[in-house]
């Protein structure tokens, strides 16, 4: 069959018969065997409960039950929509993001501090327990005809099972029989995935439409979604948490039983059952102690909370009730509710030291261990990092013992400096990989993965956010207050754990969506307030226990109407039952002596005279629940209290003064808020009213919408040709083209890209018009592309905000089929894993994909205006060459300026900012690079080290060193660190560990060997040596292009021996030379030998090659001169040695 494939008679001849058999729905005999193999689940483990066995099938059967089932049935789900979020074994998904929904899970419970559980279910072998009859149904309601399902179900039942073993294949079969027959997918089946992810489906949509699974909702815009389970293939978390309304422990229990009962039926249903030896799960609930501080409650230890799932044969079996302290492993990585880590770096320090131990005994080459270490030592450790929660300390020092046993068995010293081991290879480090920098890499990527979109990580790190904002209480981005000085504040979680290390090495996260602002103007965060009158950290716990308590965000929350004094109810503590707030705050307890301190504080911020200067006008209704509210017009004064509502009417011959009529009513929010001072037990006096809130204007045309949303760079340019609003007659009409092309040179900027793009009415309506560039280490001509496509989409949803039930139609044409097929490809809900330019993709996805009118996709040939006239060519055709011109002339336009700092894109839910990059998926190597540097820094001038102070280490480009080291061999590297870092095999080194060993060298048998001393040996030939080699260091410099004054200079330099400083080789006139000298001679010989360069060199050689318009890239040129100085120390070694 194989032979076949390459014949298209053959192959049309076998898809013809597989065609005939699924027509008419029958088996040909030949598929009706297949060989079953055993294979371990574990490497080395042969007990046979913990092995798989997987059926060889007909090549044919196989292939067309994956073209009918993994393919088109899976499709036809998609195009319907019926892939449920909970599923995490669907393309673009992964286990990881499971693993990190659970966590995230864990978080919310935490910081809401509200009953919740979550049961761990497996289902016993999934693929083989499926029942025919259901798996028919499901199969034909997912689009597959009852022939085509009939076709593979009937060979499955008269499959005949033979053996495959080390002994050869057995002779006799395993085989149904004629009253009982076989059932099941089998495993190996390519049928079976795709068949269980149906099945799926309709059991979580049935147990869904039941009212089970988890409700979450969002505490400031009180967005809800249901989420009901994290399913992969048979390993089911079952989700139970109320946020809409608290629910009592025993609640939470009754609904996780029910929850559980009702998806074991549904499974049962299908032919399967669970496994309730690997079920488990946890009941989580709160308790405070007398201070007010929260712990978990003990549950585990009630019996009367005891878990039974439902069995095939009726009965209901106990499954193990666990501690929220106790991790256990799902989808590969350990979790516990409580947040506890041990489990899971105990995993990482286990695998690490089992992998240790066999590298030991594999008497492996050094090379080889590092290879290893890279490529199969990593890989194991760094799945699950993104999920892991544990301070950055701990994730620092987690291997630090084992990191000490690799070193000897890759050739490096076991004393050498334990800061070394962890630094990264590019800053002449060891080279073992950093956990801390690594999860930090994996959290920002899941964060820009996930954030603002549909799934079920990107709502449950939507909540998490809020969550933590409310709990902070001092900043729209929390992420960027310091964690230093308040992150005890807050409950550790997910969202903490960013926090902390981004803070650590100045990373700047920007969360653009979040649905909160002062209600009144000067208004101010109350946390704040109580940080500027003085209070401790300390006090600011308990104040901040009792802020949550009472509902409270910002000052203007506890200010009266008029926003001048304090509104006295918030002095009292707040009742369980009433709402002082429409935002939903955490759950907290606090102290009497908490609520003393309370008063005392909000006292300090609000004096008993008032504020010294009153809040302004109200911008919104804000968020607090008014107590009171009056309607002058109408004559009524009302009081919201215990859930009812009493309406007071003025008291004759008085403007202040109001009685009670009416008590108990029903309440309805009416009139305007309004501070009061009661008189007696059914009079009060009105002592101020606030003003109704500032209205809001809402935008009237395309250009003050785009105004709303941020990302004004987007639309400097932008030219409207015609009335401001002739697009929406356009689309009304069908007569909208948009066109777009991007540009990007990389001769003239190789860290920007272009766009040109424009709306025209083929009925002469009007035209729109714009450009920009856009700065990014992720430059190219395909984001550049994308950028023009996203313009028009936001203008496009611009007009739709004007004009909401708008319909027509929009034709959308570019040059780049990538790019269209990329848009129109979009999933729903999350950009696949590992996607480019996923930020760009992220707002068109999120904002641009529910557009009232239709969008219709063209692509035109690129640049035809070179091979045809101009005036010859499609509309399409002309706008497209014109587009390419207008992104082309604002590239231009950058030639010799400094580029502008990346911003953010309009929309743009989260931006991740290193320095001054937005960091996009794919950005990871410019996170590490940054994160490294800094560690590197503190490394090199570690007592210990000593290789640079901090004035030194700012004169070396850096990322001329790490591109040169990290695309170097892995042995060179290891040298270089060695070497760099003094910690290299010389008689010096040596002769701390052996008695007696000479120390000197053994080319001059006179100075005391030192890798310093590998370089300024003045043995005859070793010299002769290095100027030969500087020598050939100057020919290369001659063969690529460098600046020739630069060449002397180095060459000098180098040849100098340290015995010559830079500043003796420079003209004194001249400040360029005179700053690289300087930055020369601060750095030192030995180190320039060594491969540091000044970053002064690198700008004068850049400056050269774009005068002299030479093909070579600055990189290429600066990280081979780095190698080639490596290369020159590296032959002293060489000749040492022979």
Same mark, same amino acid.
């Given at each position: ?13 076998h ?23 055993i294979? !371990? ?36 789900a998609?195009?319907?929509k ?46 083989d ?10 199969? *034909? ?28 294949d ?25 068949? @269980? ?5 309709t ?17 400031? +815009?009180?967005v ?20 809409v ?59 009367e ?9 009726? +009965? ?5 009730h ?36 066999r ?8 090379r ?27 994730? !620092? ?18 004393s ?5 081991? *962890? ?8 080279g ?23 799934s ?11 969550r ?29 754990s ?26 101010? @965060? ?13 006090? /600011? ?9 009472? *509902? ?27 709402? @002082? ?46 107590? @009171? ?44 808020p ?96 714009? +450009? ?78 529910? /557009? ?83 560690l ?6 570690h ?28 042995m ?37 060997e ?12 070793r ?5 030969k ?11 690529n ?8 200079v ?13 500043? !003796? ?9 005179? *700053? ?63």
């Amino acid at each position: 069959m194989c032979a076949g494939a390459s014949s298209e008679v053959i192959s049309h001849h076998h898809a013809l018969k597989a065609t005939i058999c699924l027509k008419r729905g029958f088996s040909i005999d030949r598929w009706k065997g297949g060989m079953t193999c055993i294979l !371990e689940k574990l490497p080395g483990c042969c007990l046979v409960t913990k092995l798989r066995a997987i059926l060889l099938m007909e090549a044919d059967y196989n292939a067309k039950n994956k073209i009918i089932y993994g393919v088109r049935m899976m499709d036809n789900a998609r195009l319907h929509k019926l892939m449920q979020e909970e599923i995490y074994s669907e393309q673009g998904r992964t286990a990881e993001d499971g693993a990190l929904a659970k966590i995230l899970f864990y978080d919310l419970v935490r910081q809401t501090r509200w009953p919740a559980s979550i049961a761990s279910i497996d289902a016993a072998n999934c693929y083989d327990s499926i029942a025919h009859a259901i798996a028919s149904l499901i199969f *034909q309601a997912f689009g597959v005809p009852v022939e085509g399902v009939q076709a593979m179900l009937e060979a499955i039942q008269d499959m005949k099972y033979f053996l495959r073993t080390a002994y050869g294949d057995s002779k006799g079969c395993a085989q149904s029989k004629i009253e009982i027959k076989y059932q099941g997918l089998c495993q190996g089946n390519g049928a079976a995935p795709a068949g @269980w992810a149906v099945i799926s489906i309709t059991v979580l949509r049935a147990h869904k439409r039941k009212g089970h699974g988890a409700t979450f909702m969002c505490p400031i +815009s009180k967005v809800r979604s249901t989420l009901a389970a994290i399913l992969f293939v048979d390993d089911c978390d079952m989700l139970h948490i109320n946020m809409v309304e608290e629910e009592s422990v025993l609640e939470t229990f009754v609904n996780m039983q029910a929850s559980v009962k009702n998806w074991g039926e549904l499974l049962i249903a299908t032919g399967g059952a669970y496994k309730p030896p690997k079920c488990f799960y946890h009941l989580i609930s709160f308790v405070w102690d007398r201070n007010g501080i929260w712990e978990y409650d003990q549950n585990h230890g009630k019996e009367e909370f005891q878990l039974s799932v439902p069995m095939p044969d009726g +009965s209901m079996e106990e499954i193990d009730h666990l501690p929220v302290t106790e991790s256990r492993e799902t989808l590969g990585v350990w979790s516990s509710p409580s947040g506890n880590t041990e489990g899971a770096m105990t995993r990482i320090t286990t695998k690490a030291r089992e992998w240790v131990a066999r590298a030991k005994e594999g008497k492996l080459r050094r090379r080889d261990v590092w290879f290893l270490m890279d490529c199969q030592l990593w890989l194991r450790l760094n799945y699950g990092l993104c999920c892991n929660t544990a301070p950055f300390e701990q994730l !620092e020092n987690c291997l630090r013992k084992e990191y000490c046993d690799i070193l000897p068995i890759g050739g490096v010293i076991r004393s050498s400096p334990a800061p070394i081991r *962890q630094m990264h290879k590019g800053f002449y480090g060891v080279g073992c990989p950093h956990l801390g920098i690594e999860c930090l890499i994996g959290q920002v990527s899941k964060l820009l993965m996930h954030y603002g979109c549909g799934s079920n990580v990107g709502i449950k790190s939507k909540i998490s956010y809020r969550r933590l904002l409310l709990e902070l209480g001092m900043s729209f981005q929390p992420l960027q207050a310091s964690f230093e000085k308040y992150g005890e504040l807050v409950t550790w979680c997910w969202m903490v754990s960013l926090w902390e290390k981004c803070e650590k090495f100045g990373i700047k996260v920007v969360v653009s969506d979040v649905e909160l602002e002062f209600p009144r103007e000067r208004d101010k @965060w109350l946390m704040l307030e109580f940080v500027r009158v003085g209070y401790c950290l300390k006090d /600011l716990r308990k104040l901040n226990r009792v802020r949550l308590h009472q *509902q409270v965000l910002f000052l203007s929350d506890i200010v009266n109407a008029a926003g001048s004094d304090l509104d006295e109810r918030y002095l009292r503590k707040r009742p369980r039952a009433e709402k @002082w707030s429409n935002i939903a705050f955490p759950k907290e307890k606090p102290a009497s002596a908490d609520f003393r301190l309370w008063a005392i504080a909000i006292r300090r911020v609000v004096p008993a005279g008032g504020l010294e200067l009153r809040l302004g006008r109200r911008m919104h209704d804000g968020y607090k629940h008014w107590e @009171w509210r009056i309607n002058r017009r109408e004559q009524y004064l009302l009081h919201y209290t215990g859930g009812e509502m009493n309406v007071y009417e003025p008291v004759s011959n008085s403007r202040r003064r109001w009685k009670l009529v009416v008590a108990g009513c029903e309440q309805e929010t009416l009139g305007q808020p309004c501070s009061v001072r009661m008189q007696d037990g059914a009079t009060v006096s009105v002592t101020a009213t606030a003003d109704p809130p500032v209205p809001e204007e809402k935008p009237r045309t395309i250009r003050e919408v785009l105004g709303e949303w941020g990302g004004a760079w987007l639309w400097r340019s932008l030219r409207v040709v015609g009335d401001e609003n002739w697009i929406l007659d356009a689309i009304a009409a069908g007569t909208c083209l948009a066109v777009a092309d991007g540009s990007y040179i990389k001769e003239i900027t190789k860290d920007a890209c272009s766009s040109g793009f424009v709306l025209e009415c083929t009925e002469g309506r009007g035209r729109l018009i714009g +450009s920009f560039p856009e700065a990014s280490k992720d430059a190219c001509a395909y984001r550049g592309e994308l950028l023009g496509l996203l313009a028009i989409h936001l203008i496009l949803l611009a007009a739709n905000k004007l004009k909401p039930y708008l319909q027509g139609k929009v034709e959308i044409v570019s040059d780049c089929l990538g790019a269209l097929s990329r848009i129109t490809t979009l999933p729903e809900n999350r950009i696949p894993s590992g996607c480019k330019h996923s930020d760009i993709l992220k707002v068109i996805m999120i904002h641009c994909r529910q /557009l009232t009118f239709t969008t219709e996709y063209t692509h035109v040939d690129a640049h035809q205006d070179e091979k045809e006239a101009y005036v010859n060519l499609t509309r399409k055709s002309q706008l497209n060459c014109c587009m390419d011109s207008l992104a082309k002339k604002v590239i231009w336009l950058l030639m010799g300026e400094e580029l502008p700092a990346q911003e953010m894109l309009p929309l743009e839910p989260v931006a991740v900012f290193v320095g001054k990059e937005k960091m996009t998926s794919g950005s990871e190597d410019n996170i590490r690079y940054w994160c490294h540097r800094q560690l590197a820094k503190e490394t090199m001038a570690h007592k210990k080290v000593k290789v640079f102070d901090e004035m030194q280490f700012e004169e070396v480009h850096w990322r001329s060193c790490y591109g040169a080291l990290v695309s170097a061999p892995r042995m060179f590297q290891i040298w270089a660190c060695k070497q760099a870092m003094g910690v290299a095999g010389t008689n010096e080194m040596q002769a701390r560990y052996t008695p007696g060993h000479d120390k000197r060298c053994p080319s001059c048998n006179d100075a005391i060997e030192t890798c310093g001393h590998v370089l300024t040996c003045e043995e005859e030939g070793r010299v002769d040596i290095l100027h030969k080699s500087i020598d050939l260091l100057e020919r290369w410099m001659d063969d690529n292009d460098t600046d020739e004054k630069l060449r002397d200079v180095l060459i000098a330099y180098a040849h100098g021996r340290g015995g010559t400083r830079a500043l !003796e080789l420079v003209p004194r006139r001249n400040r360029d030379y005179l *700053q690289l000298a300087q930055s020369m001679d601060c750095i030192g010989w030995r180190r320039f030998m060594e491969g540091m360069i000044s970053k002064e060199i690198v700008r004068i050689q850049e400056e050269y090659l774009s005068q002299c318009e030479s093909r070579l890239s600055i990189r290429k040129w600066s990280e081979g001169l780095v190698i080639k100085l490596l290369e020159i120390t590296h032959g002293q070694w060489l000749y040492r040695n022979v």
